[in-house]
């Protein structure tokens, strides 16, 4: 039996999309910058997969721009906002996803920008108050906070810091890549100016994504090299991706609660079984908080063990798919860095869990037996 538990790293695609997008794998394969019957009739499917997008967030379609997925977006949003809003000090904190904090680090040394980083408290939270202390000390700013840590899974209060950077007039930035096709995002209401997306993370094709910007605060382009996207992004467009980019969320708006209700089922599962099988098992961040956690991500604190070095590699080896961080960080060697920053001196093993609407109740059993017998 092999079971994967890594959906926070990619899900699997659903059925439904792959439907949606194999016309534009096989058949429909103009290009959408020709004016010609096959280029017009694939230009038509990529602008109605972005008014679909659009609905679903209560934006306009022309803030939405397709990329090839979260990193593309992240760095996009970020380095475009900081030249055209000539931005002099940068607010993050030192657990953001690594297409946030090389970025902004890089940023700020070859722009001269001074970066400041946001206080957390012990598990990883965002202190709102220091937040609003650095708004006020240091105006110009681009403010850079995940929606969810991919990690631990800690919720931002994004509408909170949302109203605190409209107060001090600064540019939001929010890493969305965890959260959208997961929670509901009202872009009527929400007070950010630039956010990312990557449909893979949601049962969508891997390598497409999108950015919104606010209509009010437009960006420079950050790949040149043709008028695609509005101008904001040169390339021919990922056709088939952008499809089953936006059928994937059109699903996901569609089954969000049913879905949201299983997953939580399963964490809290999970957490239970760990208990009764783990002796002085314990969980970083807020991950076994279900009410302010990503609800497809359990990250497990282990006891200190000789076992750790290799308990993912022996976790693979029984048939369990799962992670020690993030999937863009967890090499064969490499730590992870938001544990890293939260508990500096800590031996103790780490394993994220992260969930999805295929897993079922007797894989977190299998799971959890599988890790019990690595950890003896």
Do not use: W
């Not at 605190?164 to 995002?185: E, I, N, P, R």
């Amino acid at each position: 039996m092999r079971i994967y538990l890594d959906n926070a790293a990619t899900t699997p695609i659903d059925p439904e999309v792959f439907e949606a997008m194999k016309p534009f794998i096989i058949e429909d394969f103009g290009n959408p910058s020709s004016t010609h019957a096959h280029g017009r009739k694939v230009r038509a499917a990529i602008e109605s997969a972005r008014k679909k997008i659009a609905e679903l967030l209560h934006c306009t379609p022309g803030e939405i721009i397709f990329t090839s997925g979260g990193t593309e977006a992240d760095n996009a949003i970020l380095t475009g906002g900081i030249i055209s809003y000539n931005i002099q000090n940068i607010i993050t904190s030192p657990i953001e996803h690594h297409a946030v904090e090389e970025t902004l680090s890089s940023l700020s040394k070859k722009k001269h920008i001074h970066l400041h980083m946001v206080k957390l408290d012990a598990r990883g939270n965002v202190d709102l108050d220091n937040l609003d202390y650095l708004l006020h000390k240091h105006p110009n700013a681009i403010v850079s906070l995940m929606h969810a840590n991919n990690e631990i899974g800690n919720l931002l209060d994004i509408e909170a810091v949302g109203n605190l950077c409209q107060h001090y007039k600064a540019y939001f930035h929010s890493d969305t890549v965890q959260t959208v096709g997961h929670y509901v995002h009202d872009l009527r209401k929400l007070k950010v100016h630039g956010m990312a997306a990557a449909a893979h993370k949601f049962h969508g094709p891997k390598g497409v994504g999108f950015m919104y910007i606010r209509k009010d605060k437009k960006i420079q382009s950050f790949i040149h090299g043709g008028p695609q996207e509005r101008n904001m992004r040169g390339g021919t467009e990922n056709v088939y991706g952008i499809i089953g980019l936006a059928k994937a969320l059109e699903i996901a708006y569609r089954d969000l609660e049913k879905h949201r209700k299983y997953i939580l089922t399963l964490k809290s599962r999970m957490i239970e079984k760990l208990k009764e099988n783990i002796r002085d098992v314990n969980f970083h961040g807020n991950s076994a908080d279900l009410e302010r956690s990503l609800y497809t991500v359990l990250n497990v604190c282990l006891p200190e063990s000789d076992q750790n070095s290799m308990l993912l590699f022996n976790l693979d080896l029984h048939g369990v798919s799962a992670s020690g961080g993030s999937a863009c960080s967890s090499g064969a060697t490499a730590g992870s860095h938001v544990l890293g920053e939260l508990y500096p001196d800590s031996k103790k093993g780490a394993v994220r869990f992260s969930f999805s609407k295929y897993n079922t109740p007797e894989e977190i059993d299998f799971a959890v037996e599988k890790l019990r017998e690595c950890l003896e």
